[in-house]
């Protein structure tokens, strides 16, 4: 991490002369500018402005009708974008390029935009501050790398996608050897960035792998995550490679997945979700986080599961879970406890894809655990065994179509987020499903055209 002192200083001693400057969208991309640091010095941290669609394109750049935030009717106005100075950090993996993250303003009031994934997370974590608490979280991250760049796959390549191993490398230290190239350059460029990498490991599908940063708070988790999937994009494509984060990028292999853990702490530093003596050792505050995710799980379902595709990794027997029950322990279970008894005892979420946006996972998750709190909620008995087969338990919705009328109708998200959140991120589900109604694929031609 850096000071603007300390970026002054980087910069006249010839380190540092680009500075990037960046929100995330609603995709959780970051989009900016590129700063000559002089400049950035000068006024760019001050602020600096960019259209406001970016809160209400798709992710083809297409200007969605149907956003009360922003349309051609309004004339697609500008916001600002005010630095975070906190999120200041070198990127070793681009050279001579410093990062920092925004927030997005309104243009004349200069207020957080409400629909804005940041501030939609910074106001959840403020809620859970008011009642006592500080939310900390982890979100691990699933992808898939190809030996082909994305210039060769852009080609009419994607049918020749090679995944990097050619078998299961789940904990294989030897395959994951062949992958240091880049893997290596991804734990030590972030490790320089600021963002504490814990280990990243082989995971269960051929060219599989998954990557692990410390928990923290849960802006910052967020902020770790975007940049995270940036950092590996980058880095691969330096080297030749590819890499994807879609849920599910082929039907016969297993998804990619962004399990969330999380867990509420005293404002003094203490594991609120511990009580030695509870079950599991988790306290009553706990139980009541858990109840209320479970409860709420099918409302918050469209933010841990945006596109049409991410539905596609929910199927049974591939670690994946299709039901929003909890246990211990348990990889079948959309909820497991971790940790247990211990001060690291936490829930983790394993609903999430890895094409989710963490800024909006996180806040709904902590909305529907402080809904839980605060509503006093009674944590159901634990499911045992194998949850794929048990008809009674709670089902993850199993459509975008689904989760987007569930999302559209939590009264829940709509005391927590405002209803013009809500009704935004309802647009954005439905317009993935009517692009996805109306576009013809591949499939649909190797399936019909001749014998239909
Ligand atoms: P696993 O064996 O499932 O990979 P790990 O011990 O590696 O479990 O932890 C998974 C993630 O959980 C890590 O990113 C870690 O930082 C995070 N984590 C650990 N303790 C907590 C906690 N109390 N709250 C939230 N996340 C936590």
């Not at 999937?229 to 984060?245: M, R």
């Not at 841990?304 to 596609?312: D, E, R």
Request: some cysteine; proline content about 3%; aromatic content about 8%.
């Amino acid at each position: 991490m850096m000071t603007l002192h300390e970026l002054r200083a980087a910069f006249e001693a010839g380190e540092i002369d680009t500075v990037l400057v960046a929100a995330p969208d609603m995709q959780s991309r970051l989009m900016g500018k590129r700063f000559h640091a002089a400049h950035f010095l000068e006024s760019g941290y001050q602020e600096t402005h960019c259209c406001n669609y970016l809160l209400a394109t798709d992710m083809e750049m297409m200007t969605v009708e149907g956003y009360a935030s922003t349309s051609w009717e309004k004339g697609y106005g500008d916001y600002v974008m005010k630095p975070d100075l906190a999120t200041l950090r070198r990127l070793p993996w681009l050279p001579g390029t410093a990062l920092v993250l925004c927030d997005l303003l309104d243009h004349h009031t200069h207020e957080e935009v409400a629909v804005s994934p940041r501030a939609i997370l910074k106001r959840q974590v403020a809620r859970a501050r008011e009642m006592g608490y500080v939310a900390k979280a982890a979100t691990e991250l699933e992808f898939f790398i190809f030996e082909q760049s994305y210039e060769a796959l852009r080609d009419g390549g994607a049918d020749l996608l090679t995944p990097i191993s050619g078998y299961n490398e789940d904990y294989h230290l030897f395959q994951t050897s062949k992958e240091e190239p880049l893997m290596r350059a991804l734990r030590n460029g972030l490790y320089g960035a600021g963002i504490p990498v814990e280990n990243s490991k082989g995971e269960a599908e051929a060219g599989q792998a998954e990557i692990n940063i410390r928990y923290d708070e849960m802006l910052s988790t967020a902020d770790f995550h975007v940049i995270t999937k940036q950092a590996t994009k980058e880095i691969a494509h330096g080297l030749g490679k590819s890499v994807t984060f879609m849920a599910k990028y082929d039907h016969r292999r297993a998804g990619s997945s962004s399990h969330v853990h999380q867990s509420l702490w005293s404002l003094d530093g203490a594991p609120a979700f511990l009580d030695r003596g509870g079950e599991y050792g988790m306290s009553a505050l706990m139980r009541q986080y858990m109840a209320g995710q479970l409860a709420h799980a099918g409302e918050i379902t469209a933010l841990l599961a945006p596109y049409v595709n991410s539905y596609k990794r929910f199927c049974v027997g591939m670690f994946a879970p299709t039901k929003a029950v909890w246990s211990l322990d348990n990889r079948t279970a959309g909820f497991r406890v971790c940790g247990d008894g211990t001060k690291a005892v936490r829930v983790e979420c394993r609903i999430g894809g890895a094409d989710l946006n963490p800024y909006l996972a996180c806040a709904g998750l902590l909305a529907a655990g402080l809904a839980g709190i605060e509503g006093g909620m009674e944590l159901e008995a634990e499911m045992r065994g194998d949850s794929y087969q048990n008809a009674q338990a709670r089902e993850i919705p199993k459509t975008l179509r689904h989760a987007a009328d569930l999302l559209e109708g939590s009264a829940m998200l709509r005391a927590a987020f405002g209803d013009d959140v809500v009704d935004h991120y309802t647009r954005a589900a439905r317009w993935e499903i009517e692009e996805h109604d109306r576009v013809v694929t591949d499939w649909e031609r190797r399936r019909l055209l001749e014998r239909g």
